[in-house]
């Protein structure tokens, strides 16, 4: 089974969600990171606009 | 004072790019205000009341840009022009470098790097716990930023985690340093031999620093979040952590950092000492009673400095009796300067106002002074009955922690930006009873990147001000941080002495540094 | 002309027309380009905006189905499509189109003010502090520092609330003030017109008048700023305006929470300007109403 400490042997490799600026400075010290460009999920105002028909009983 | 100005045609940036080039160059010295505008006939009036307007403008269109700055010389004018023009150039080659592959999903970033082991989440509250969770799934650890994430999610992910041998840090975890790397709001800090787990982001932070500054190192500093230590989540990755570290080669000593835990989860600690861990543990538990902790098994601290100190002692492998005697001759040097800054004040002058922008160091801070000085106001103090009225307005002894969300609405956190501090700075010091003014700085990726040059000219206005009438304020400081944190501790400290800031080497050191003057001042209560 | 891409096109506004008897069709010249919208002319004095999906629908929108459109370099309509860069083809022709009119779900005023009041604490809690929120949470007049800043600051108020208190006139001077490509004054003036439509909806009283007026009052030379309220004056709304609009009669505060979100995330600050706008204007019509004068 995996565990925890098995990461401290491990090179630390990071997927930053969200704010830049940790993936910045993570650039800095040289730590391997990459950037996902996130979006809140799915639909979006499609969403809400459905929940709001369902709602409003359309 | 002159004035000077330019116009560029064709460029657009959005306003609040905009804004802050002008406030940056307006913080030049010599500069006196500045403006980078559209040219609207609006505008222009308003640059007319700013006694920015030049005669060059009179005939610029909807869609020029409009640059202003007042300045005392034309050298300040032209350095301002200079600055402005960068910032802009910046704002520019920064979109065009937002073309770097980004993937739109973890699922697309781990194609990316199939063999990626951390998750950092800082997404909003309500979206960050599925992405932890999509995280944990693909076997990845998580570091969740993100605050308001629910409470049971928060118990959920801890349980799948636990399961299947992952960390999941936070939510509301601000600082955590893996493998070396500084994560999110943490300090850059020496490798070593001493682990820490900590449900609290600034202790974690003071403590790492403590340590480093006393020349031991870290081997990994876990946090937790705050709310892991409470009944609902029952200690689950703190005990995780601890029982990670015990079984991690590199880590000899454990530290634990936390505000009191619940009475449950304490004793799952106390048990998990007593079976498991094989290592010296040294613990503080803020505001608790280093009585619980001893009787865990564990080394008990009083202060985030004496964690700090006890773990860098036994690493550099000197006995408890050593420390001690390091503790009283700290203990007497403070009361020497205590002594000496009692003696330079005016009659009424007696009490302290702590501006804070780490909540724990408030915290701490708080619980020392009262031992030292009685009860302190606060916005949020150790005795609910001393809640300030108005948290804009401080009375008697006072510690006011700027990171509480009363003053954060739609601002950045007080340590990144140090407007709000700097102006209570100044205010404080109108107040003839004021005799100290304390204030904790922090480094470290996240945090302010200047605080040397934006805390200065705030402290010298103060000290003015209080000098015209025959005032001497003691300005007490200390930094969270070390000389390899990107703004450097040495150069900070340097900056806040040459304004005549006392500089402690702990929070705690310059809490009792704070209370002592009081003391002697006669504004205990 | 080799085309190696086709980019999909979610909805076109119902107020592009470019065909029809006098088709346009060559290159268009660009305005500006941003990471999310591409203005182009369509006549010297109307611009249409290409935007990413993540900006959405609107009366002069084209949604293409793309992340980022900074690579725009070229426009080229030919009756049925848009060719980007002479490379990427968009069919605007067989595409959906989005409807940028606005009927009110429900003329419930006591559910409406409730969803304002969510609207009201969102925007006090999220919206960023450089912009015009101040006028409705006065403790964010600390975030503005310079002497220039004040100033602004203070002109924005004192014409706003003019505005507010019937002196129609006044719509000229909050025109052009401000940062940016959409001065904060203008964005304010959008949320007042978009104010003024709700209350048209959702009472009878008739505001064609007042709106149409601002606007000609509020007319300038900056294109861009001028094409939104237009469309604002005439009734057509934006598709995150839309959404926000009939989120206030849902009673539900995470359909709230999500469509002040969506709306606060145009520009820097001009969706929590025209936030501001909004709420000062329906505020003060539903409190008795305005004297114009």
């Given amino acids: 089974m995996r565990k925890i400490s098995d990461l401290f042997k491990q090179e630390l490799k990071v997927i930053n969600i969200g704010l830049l600026s940790f993936k910045e400075s993570l650039d800095d010290v040289g730590v391997k990171v990459i950037q996902v460009d996130w979006r809140p999920p799915a639909g979006g105002d499609q969403e809400v606009m459905d929940a709001l028909k369902k709602l409003l009983g359309k | 004072m002159v004035v000077k100005g330019i116009i560029k045609k064709g460029e657009y940036y959005d306003s609040v790019t905009l804004m802050l080039v002008a406030r940056d160059a307006t913080s030049l010295e010599g500069v006196k205000d500045a403006a980078v505008v559209m040219g609207t006939e609006q505008n222009k009036s308003i640059l007319e009341t700013s006694g920015l307007l030049l005669d060059m403008f009179k005939d610029a269109s909807d869609s020029d840009l409009l640059i202003a700055v007042k300045a005392e010389s034309e050298e300040a004018a032209n350095k301002a022009f200079e600055k402005i023009e960068q910032l802009l150039k910046e704002t520019r080659s920064k979109a065009k470098e937002a073309g770097e592959y980004m993937p739109k999903s973890l699922e697309g970033a781990l194609e990316y790097m199939p063999d990626a082991n951390m998750v950092i989440i800082s997404v909003a509250g309500k979206y960050a716990g599925d992405e932890a969770m999509k995280a944990l799934k693909h076997g990845l650890h998580v570091m969740l ?11 959920e992910l801890k349980k799948y985690a636990r399961d299947n041998g992952l960390l999941v840090m936070g939510p509301d975890c601000g600082t955590a340093i893996i493998n070396g790397a500084p994560l999110c709001f943490a300090n850059v800090v020496e490798r070593g031999n001493i682990g820490i787990v900590a449900a609290s982001g600034t202790g974690l932070q003071e403590v790492s620093s403590v340590i480093t500054n006393e020349g031991a190192g870290i081997s990994q500093a876990i946090g937790t979040g705050g709310r892991d230590v409470k009944k609902d989540v029952g200690g689950i990755m703190f005990i995780e952590g601890m029982k990670a570290l015990e079984e991690d080669p590199d880590t ?39 009585e619980v902790v001893k009787s865990a098994g564990a080394i008990p601290a009083n202060t ?8 860098a002692s036994l690493a550099k492998g000197k006995s408890l009796d050593e420390f001690k005697k390091i503790l009283e001759e700290r203990e007497k040097e403070i009361l020497a300067i205590a002594d000496r800054e009692s003696k330079n004040k005016k009659e009424g002058q007696k009490y302290v106002r702590g501006l804070y922008t780490g909540g724990t160091l408030c915290d701490e801070a708080m619980l020392l002074s009262r031992q030292i000085i009685g009860e302190v106001y606060g916005n949020a103090p150790i005795n609910p009955e001393y809640k300030l009225k108005d948290s804009w307005i401080s009375q008697e002894n006072t510690f006011v922690d700027l990171g509480e969300d009363e003053f954060t609405v739609g601002r950045p956190h007080p340590m990144i930006d140090f407007t709000l501090r700097n102006k209570k700075i100044v205010e404080e010091a109108k107040d003839p009873s004021v005799a100290v003014i304390l204030l904790d700085v922090v480094l470290g990726y996240g945090s302010n990147m200047k605080p040397g040059e934006e805390l200065a000219p705030a402290i010298k206005e103060a000290k003015d001000l209080a000098a015209k009438d025959g005032r001497n304020i003691t300005f007490v400081a200390s930094i969270t941080g070390t000389d390899k944190d990107p703004q450097g501790r040495s150069k900070v400290k340097k900056q806040l002495e040459d304004v005549g800031v006392i500089v402690m080497p702990s929070n705690a050191a310059a809490a009792k540094l704070s209370s002592y003057i009081v003391k002697n001042l006669g504004g205990a209560k | 002309m080799s085309l190696s891409l086709v980019l999909k096109v979610n909805s076109v506004g119902d107020q592009v027309r470019f065909g029809g008897k006098h088709s346009l069709s060559g290159y268009f010249k660009i305005h500006s380009v941003f990471n999310n919208a591409v203005n182009f002319y369509i006549k010297r004095d109307k611009i249409v905006s290409l935007v990413t ?19 725009v370099k070229s426009i080229y309509i030919d009756k049925s499509k848009i060719v980007l860069n002479d490379s990427f083809a968009c069919d605007i022709d067989s595409s959906p189109q989005y409807n940028s009119n606005l009927i009110i779900p429900s003329k419930n005023l006591e559910l409406f003010k409730k969803g304002l009041n969510k609207f009201e604490n969102i925007l006090r809690k999220e919206a960023s502090p450089l912009s015009a929120v101040f006028l409705i949470d006065k403790r964010r007049i600390n975030f503005f520092i310079t002497p220039f800043e004040k100033n602004l600051a203070y002109s924005l108020e004192s014409f706003s609330n003019d505005i507010l208190n019937g002196n129609l006139k006044s719509a000229s001077k909050l025109k052009g003030l401000g940062f ?32 149409k007026k601002m606007f000609n009052l509020s007319r ?68 008795g109403g305005i004297k114009w004068s």
């Fill in chain 2, 145 to 155: 930023f993100s605050d308001n994430v629910p409470l049971d999610k928060e118990i």
């Fill in chain 2, 252 to 290: 000899k000593y454990i530290v634990l950092v936390s505000k009191p835990p619940h009475p449950d989860v304490l004793k799952k600690i106390a048990d998990l000492i007593k079976s498991e861990i094989k290592k010296p543990v040294v613990g503080i538990f803020l505001g608790g009673d280093p």
């Fill in chain 2, 304 to 311: 985030l400095e004496e964690a700090g100190l006890i773990a």
């Fill in chain 3, 53 to 71: 999906h993540s900006v959405g629908g609107g009366p002069n929108n084209i949604v293409i189905n793309v992340d980022s459109l900074s690579f």
């Fill in chain 3, 180 to 211: 940016g490509l959409t001065p904060q004054g203008d964005d304010i003036l959008d949320g007042f017109m978009i104010a003024l439509l709700v209350y048209e909806k959702l009472t009878g009283t008739n505001t064609e008048e007042i709106r």
């Fill in chain 3, 220 to 287: 300038g030379s900056n294109i861009i700023s001028d094409t939104f309220l237009y469309y604002a004056s005439h009734g057509f709304l934006y598709e995150r305006v839309k959404t926000l609009v009939l989120s206030l009669f849902s009673n539900d505060p995470i359909i709230i929470e999500n469509a002040v979100l969506k709306l606060l995330n145009i520009g820097e600050t001009s969706g929590a300007d025209i936030s501001t706008g909004f709420l000062l204007m329906i505020k003060k019509l539903m409190q």
